[in-house]
């Protein structure tokens, strides 16, 4: 460090080589005389004073050297000893030059700084203080350092800090460049200024003898960062405080370190009642709550960091850099005439994150993309406890954005980002970001200005971006600010209210945003806004009605939506000026038709500009989207008798019509060949068409099967009841390969031990024998013999991870059947029931026995539902909803205590796991975002890569299950439950003529082909290893699960909502309107509702009017095609099914009630009926 002394005074050089003039360094003391009195002596110097006391000061600093040495050194020349109440120091740089970076109020005021307990100074006026109350708060820390600004520097202060057993024991400003630093302080602390301040630290005396010195050495340095702050203080053992402005308290750490560390992450805590934050080196790094809750914030990346696109496509990045510090203690950042402030403010409930751009130079600057990284703590990894690790929800529609993170546990709190007013998200994204221990990894970007990134994406194939985008011009000295309000919130219903009270709409769509043709979507709009309005993107295919308009009491709800009490902002007006009540929010309802095939986008318009989206799907209706996908399977089986695979349905590159198979992966390369011939995406194909042919056989489809089992399965895929170890199934990366090399791994494994596999083939067996039983002349097998191999595969799927050596134990732990949920596998009790019907007692109870004992395992054992193959997988809640249905018929009524029992779980377990699976699975699935490729869809970490897989339908079916039969208000999940089930027929590819047979890729040889998921950022490479095309796999992969999952939760369930009114899911409805239908009174009069089934398997039919009065019909080898529903006056109630395809001697009705309450059907009367039906109306009636 340069240092320039002339006659006394010093200039010290920065490292850009601006010059830092020191104010004259004086020192004065108080000293106690030998008869007690206390004297005020002058400016010390060299020469002793009268009593005897001189000081010498002295600088030194090699050019080399990153800080200088100052010393100052008391001495007593005279004859007696002197004590000295007080001494101090006074330090500054020199101010005579106009100092252009200190704070320009303090300037203009003549403000000084006083200083906290904290550690950051506050700026007062002296002379205003009339109560205790007003005075500056003394820095009371063990010790304290300083921050000086400088003429003509922006980046850098001048760091003043005491050495060794030197301390600062009270710092007092002076002006706002200078600050007197007593390095003794008893009698200064007995001031009266000082009578209400409570000191921590004692305060010292300095007694020196005649002829005896004392020096007391300070540090003088340059600092830009609080990463060379701390960097600086660790390397003396200390640490600091604050890193503001002024003087800043410092500790002492009792431990050695290096003599130069390369670097100090330097931290500070925000804390109060609701939250705990910490700061590092400018960026938010932690973030819980005061009471506990898990870490919000990713550990090895900072939250906050932006990237800047401007000045003709230059690029800036705050990530890695450390930023130079602001009087405010914030962490600036400069890229020529561009300034990027980060700032983290605590208030209340409230964290306020927030982003400054500001253009310092002489011309505007055109800024046309402005990304902030959120990372949060979702990273999943083998050993770790996924209810550890947040699941990111994000919105990212304009006006109307925000954030929730929900631990994967769904316990509560979440925690909920609200853009500041006036801030829109635009669009998301990954990049590149630095970790803290200099790895790079991607990291979710929330753009508020996004006209490059979007122009970005298009430069990739596939690429696109739907939302409108922006740029922003800052002209000179314009500053603009990007705010985000950080809260936690005790739930989903909590996070409506606030998003409501911080301007935001609450908006709920039924049935679904994924909307088949001909089905009415009724959009609820909550919010402190009377004038929101519903435009859309094809406004001549679209057809808008407002249903409702209303202002609904703060109170509202009955827990589907939950109360909105404390909206507003207590004035009765909003920050538009628009009218909102205090207790009340303003509703309306928007019914929309969507005839236009495809992506729909709705735009939402309300208050002083604000704007908001709606991401629609159109598509057929569900009945031909499933007729659709059965026939383009049938259309891909691979006809090649003289090959190993005849038979196989093949997987189909929908861009450009390659059928794939052993002979041609196509673009499917490396490890993942496996998808075309076996494991989930090869047996998924057959798996959903013999499922749908189960509910409606056609010919052609039954013979693909029976073609698909004979050529493909039984004695290749699957070994036969004639081989060694019957009914295993062969795994990757096909059977051929398999069986071809038996020893592959060099042990002579059998390859049969991929537990995955097994469901699927056992569902394609058992509803070979579901059709078998219907069209016994159709099928190659009589029914027994599919349901016989349909119990050997669940029977081998039980014994052989014990019996036979498996490729996957080396690496995975959960080898068992009984550990972890597998898609499909549900269908066994649906194979036990079956195998009583044929009179096949034992193989029922065996197979009794394995789902026993599962359900056993996971009701009281199970403790992490997401783990599978990955450390973090969805695939689940499937399982664990079916062994809730199967334990609440199975659980024990009467029990011992002696631990013998093989089921031991009883009824309140049941209940207990139902209620934790419901969570986890809710947890990991889109419900307040507003987009088809996310609300009802399962996610996976966050909200933008692989959403609408097969499992955002197997868990709908799930939630149904548990809207339908669990006890409590089922209508807020029933939403839910019927978006997840509708959104994935987002996926196929279908229509009609007029529009092109497919929205993705039309052309009638594509009609009914699918996508294996969805890929939401702007672009994609797909799990598959291709890029996605708009969002959209050119493979079907495993999407025909879902399929699956949707077929066993189609139904038509009428529910009167709270907040809707009479809602029907899966089907259409018409009132005779005979009747008036009040809240308080029930009907009067006579209500006639007519329903028209359109869930394509017409099966199933649900009555729900309130969490008690359920009625439920479920016919078994026969459809409905309408239903029609009395509702009289007195309380009775008429359901008529009109019954079709009624199976001769086997189709049964059965009917019953959540409450108990008795039915009648014909002569027979009970709470739970089941009777044998034919074609024609069927009533059920409830008094």
């Not at 009179?839 to 599962?854: C, I, S, T």
Request: charged share 25%; proline share 5%.
């Amino acid at each position: 460090m340069q240092i320039i002394t002339d006659d006394g005074r010093f200039t010290l050089t920065d490292p850009h080589g601006t010059a830092c003039p020191l104010a004259p360094i004086t020192v004065g003391a108080v000293c106690v005389t030998a008869s007690g009195s206390r004297v005020t002596t002058g400016t010390l110097t060299g020469q002793p004073d009268a009593h005897g006391i001189g000081v010498t000061v002295a600088i030194d600093g090699a050019m080399d050297d990153v800080f200088a040495s100052l010393t100052v050194t008391v001495r007593n020349d005279g004859d007696g000893p002197v004590t000295l109440d007080d001494l101090y120091a006074d330090f500054g740089v020199d101010d005579t030059a106009p100092n252009a970076y200190l704070p320009a109020d303090i300037v203009s005021r003549g403000l000084v700084a006083g200083v906290n307990a904290s550690g950051t100074h506050t700026a007062h006026n002296p002379s205003s203080i009339t109560h205790p109350d007003d005075r500056p708060t003394p820095l009371d820390s063990p010790d304290a350092f300083l921050l000086l600004p400088y003429a003509g520097q922006r980046d850098f202060r001048l760091l003043v800090m005491p050495y060794d057993t030197t301390q600062f024991e009270l710092v007092e400003p002076l002006r706002p460049s200078a600050y007197r630093c007593y390095l003794r302080s008893a009698g200064r602390r007995g001031a009266p200024e000082y009578a209400y301040t409570h000191w921590h630290e004692p305060a010292r005396t300095l007694t020196l003898a005649p002829g005896q010195a004392e020096s007391f050495t300070i540090l003088l340095t340059f600092a830009s960062s609080e990463n060379d702050i701390a960097s600086f203080l660790v390397r003396f053992a200390q640490t600091p405080r604050g890193f503001s402005d002024g003087a800043n308290g410092m500790d002492s750490l009792y431990h050695f370190l290096l003599d130069d560390p390369k670097s100090i992450h330097a931290s500070h805590d925000l804390t109060n009642g609701y939250q705990s934050a910490v700061i590092t080196d400018g960026r938010l790094s932690s973030l819980t709550t005061p009471a506990g809750g898990i870490e919000a914030i990713d550990p090895d990346m900072g939250f906050g960091d932006v990237t800047i696109t401007y000045d003709n496509d230059r690029k800036f990045s705050t990530a890695g850099l450390n930023g130079h510090l602001d009087a405010d203690g914030d962490a600036v950042f400069r890229d020529g005439p561009l300034e990027a402030t980060l700032s983290f403010r605590l208030d209340g409930r409230t964290l306020h994150a927030t982003v400054s751009l500001a253009n310092t130079g002489s011309e505007p600057l055109t800024l046309t993309d402005v990304g902030m990284a959120v990372p949060l703590n979702s990273r999943m990894a083998w050993g770790v406890d996924a209810a550890q690790r947040m699941i990111r929800h994000t919105q990212v529609a304009g006006d109307n954005s925000f954030m929730l993170a929900t631990p994967s546990d769904g316990k509560p709190p979440y925690l909920l980002g609200i853009p500041a007013d006036g801030v829109r998200w635009e669009l998301f994204d990954l990049g590149k970001q630095p970790t803290r221990d200099g790895e790079t990894r991607e990291v979710y970007r929330i753009h508020m200005h996004g006209d490059a990134a979007a122009a970005e994406a298009r430069t990739h194939e596939g690429g696109r971006w739907r939302l409108p985008t922006s740029s922003l011009t800052l002209a000179p000295g314009e500053r603009r600010a990007f705010g985000l309000d950080l809260l936690w919130v005790d739930g989903y219903d909590e996070a409506r209210r606030e998003l409501i009270a911080h301007g935001k709409l609450d908006v709920q769509v039924v049935p679904g945003y994924t909307l088949p043709r001909g089905t009415e979507a009724l959009i609820k709009i909550d919010s402190r806004y009377a004038d929101v309005t519903l435009t859309a993107e094809h406004p001549d295919e679209t057809a808008i009605r407002l249903v409702e308009d209303c202002v609904i009491d703060a109170g509202s709800g009955d827990g589907a939506t939950g109360s909105y009490a404390g909206t507003g902002d207590g004035n009765g007006m909003g920050d538009d000026g628009n009218r909102h009540g205090r207790h009340g929010v303003f509703r309306r309802i928007y019914g929309v038709r969507l005839d236009r095939l495809g992506e729909n986008l709705l735009t939402l318009r309300y208050g002083d500009g604000h704007v908001g989206y709606l991401e629609l799907f159109a598509t057929l209706p569900v009945g031909e989207l499933i007729d659709s996908r059965a026939d383009y399977l049938r259309r891909c089986q691979a006809d090649a008798p003289d090959k190993w695979y005849d038979g196989l349905l093949q997987e189909r590159n929908t861009k450009t019509g390659a059928l794939l198979n052993p002979d041609n992966y196509d673009e499917i390369k490396g490890w993942r060949i496996y998808e075309v011939t076996c494991d989930d995406p090869g047996l998924a194909k057959p798996a959903f068409l013999a499922a749908k042919n189960a509910e409606h056989p056609v010919e052609d489809e039954v013979h693909a099967l029976d073609r698909y089992l004979g050529s493909f399965v039984w004695g290749g895929l699957q070994r036969t009841d004639e081989e060694e170890w019957p009914y295993g199934v062969y795994g990757v990366p096909d059977w051929k390969n398999l069986r071809d090399h038996r020893g592959l791994n060099g042990n002579e494994q059998l390859h049969i031990g991929r537990l995955w596999d097994y469901p699927h083939v056992a569902l394609t067996w058992f509803m070979m024998y579901r059709i078998a039983v219907r069209k016994p002349e159709w099928t190659a097998l009589p029914a027994r013999e599919y349901l016989k191999r349909a119990w050997g595969t669940f029977t081998a799927m039980y014994r052989y991870p014990d019996e036979v050596g498996y490729d996957y134990e080396s690496k995975l732990d959960n080898t068992s059947p009984y550990r972890t949920g597998y898609y499909n596998e549900l269908v066994i009790a649906d194979v036990i029931d079956a195998l009583r019907v044929e009179d096949e007692p034992v193989r029922a109870a065996q197979l009794e026995a394995y789902w026993n004992h599962k359900a056993d395992f996971l009701i009281r054992q199970a403790k992490d539902l997401f783990g599978s193959e990955y450390a973090f997988d969805t695939t689940g809640f499937e399982t664990t909803q079916a062994v809730v249905d199967w334990g609440r018929g199975h659980a024990m009524r009467v029990w011992n205590t002696d631990g013998r029992s093989a089921t031991s779980y009883r009824a309140g377990d049941v209940e207990r796991f139902d209620r934790y699976q419901r969570a986890c699975n809710i947890a990991c699935r889109g419900w307040l975002e507003n987009g088809y490729y996310v609300t009802g869809s399962d996610i996976r970490n966050d909200t933008m890569q692989y959403t609408l897989s097969y499992m955002s339908q197997m868990g709908g079916w799930s939630l149904l299950q548990d809207a339908l039969y669990a006890d409590g208000s089922p209508f807020g999940l029933l939403r839910l439950a019927s978006a997840s089930l509708l959104s994935s027929w987002a996926l196929v590819n279908a229509g009609d003529k007029a529009s092109g047979y497919g929205y993705w890729f039309p052309g009638a040889e594509n009609q009914g082909a699918s996508s294996g998921g969805f890929e939401p950022l702007p672009y994609a490479t797909t799990w598959l290893g291709q890029p996605a095309d708009r969002g959209y796999w050119i493979y079907g992969c495993e999407t025909d699960l879902g399929y699956c999952g949707y077929l066993r939760g189609a139904a038509t369930v009428v529910a009167d909502d709270p907040d809707f009114g009479r809602v029907v899911y899966g089907g259409t409805q018409s009132d005779d309107n005979q009747a008036d239908v009040n809240v308080t009174r029930g009907v009067v009069g006579t209500r006639i509702t007519h329903i028209t089934p359109t869930d394509g398997v017409n099966r199933r039919f649900h009555l729900i009017r309130s969490a008690a009065d359920r009625i439920h019909v479920m016919l078994d080898g026969a459809r409905y095609a309408s239903a029609t529903i009395e509702e009289c006056e007195s309380g009775r109630t008429i359901i008529t099914l009109d019954v079709t395809n009624a199976l001769d001697g086997r189709a049964t009705l059965r009917a019953f009630t959540h409450d108990g309450a008795v039915l009648t059907i014909g002569r027979h009367c009970g709470r739970d009926l089941t009777i044998p039906v034919s074609d024609g109306p069927v009533a059920i009636s409830l008094s």
